[in-house]
């Protein structure tokens, strides 16, 4: 895959800190090296990791600062397949204010730390702050793309409107090819009548651009963190670590598919017809490609619409 996603959305408690953990065990699952960098001064993902941020010698505050080198910092988890670590603590609210006092460079400090080992991995995923501050102007800097975890509601909505406009930003000014990865619903309860309305208008609004995946409220999620593991390896049969396999597997194909289009556009240009791809099924009624089969991505994705009652959202 070869790409830096960050993980951010301004409203908290939309589920950043689970999904950039538990998609880091579900990618690392799938062979793929990966790097979580963990760039939220509470910490959460160094902790849900089972890494003691209060022991850390070495963190994302002194590689954003340039006073340690980036591969001096990382941490490896040894849970399941394993991903490597960038930990966090709360010394990351005082490399902020510092970042802040630098005349120009400030915002570009996480790229520039990771360019040298970009190619050492096949994604590296940043858990960002829940604001739109320097760090989190950082990591989206750093980015190809965005990956926007989003709860069902009001409040979330607007929070969405923000983080939008903000990208729009850096894209301007610093990142001209930053996109947006994806929309992703999280802590979905589908018997909720106002959680339905707003993924309809999620659909309707990005349409595949909001995954089909959807993560389920699910206690195995809410307690895996007490145990340092991501819930693939607290309980890998829950609804929530099948949840986050699936979105793994979503990611993968539709970076199959997009490099798949990428090859054979010459060929449509030229005047060939493209058939329809037999792994494909009719586009639902919301516009976004509806997929069947499992093209590399493992059978997880077909299970998450019977666990999370995904056919009752559409």
Known sequence: MKRVIAIAMQKGGVGKTTTAVNLAASLAATRRRVLLVDLDPQGN??????????????????????????????????????YT???????????????????????????HALQPRRDDFDVILIDCPPALNM?????????DSVLIPMQCEYYALEGLSALLSTVEQIRDAANPHLSIEGVLRTMFDPRNNLANEVSAQLITHFGDKVFRTVIPRNIRLAEAPSFGRPALFHDKE??????YLALAGEMIRREE??????????????????????????????????????????????????????????
């Not at 760090?135 to 980015?143: D, F, M, Q, W």
């Not at 060929?267 to 017809?273: C, P, R």
């Not at 791809?277 to 998450?304: I, L, Q, W, Y």
């Open 45 to 82: 993902s160094t902790m849900g990791s089972g890494v003691d941020k209060a022991q850390l010698t070495r963190s994302s505050c002194e590689v954003l600062l340039g006073e340690c080198q980036l591969a001096d910092a990382l941490v490896r988890i040894e849970h399941g397949a394993g």
């Open 85 to 111: 670590l960038l930990p966090a603590n709360q010394d990351l609210t005082a490399a902020e204010v510092r970042l802040l006092t630098l005349p120009i460079g400030r915002e570009t400090k996480l790229r």
């Open 135 to 143: 760090l989190t102007v950082n990591a989206l800097v750093a980015a």
């Open 238 to 243: 829950s609804r929530g670590a099948l949840a």
């Open 257 to 314: 598919e997009a490099g798949g289009l990428a090859r054979v556009a010459p060929a449509a240009v030229a005047g060939e017809a493209l058939a329809p791809s037999a792994d494909t099924a009719d586009t639902g009624s919301h516009g976004s490609p509806t997929f069947t089969g499992n093209a590399g991505n493992g059978a997880a994705e077909g299970v998450t619409a019977s666990a999370v009652g995904e056919d009752s959202v559409r």
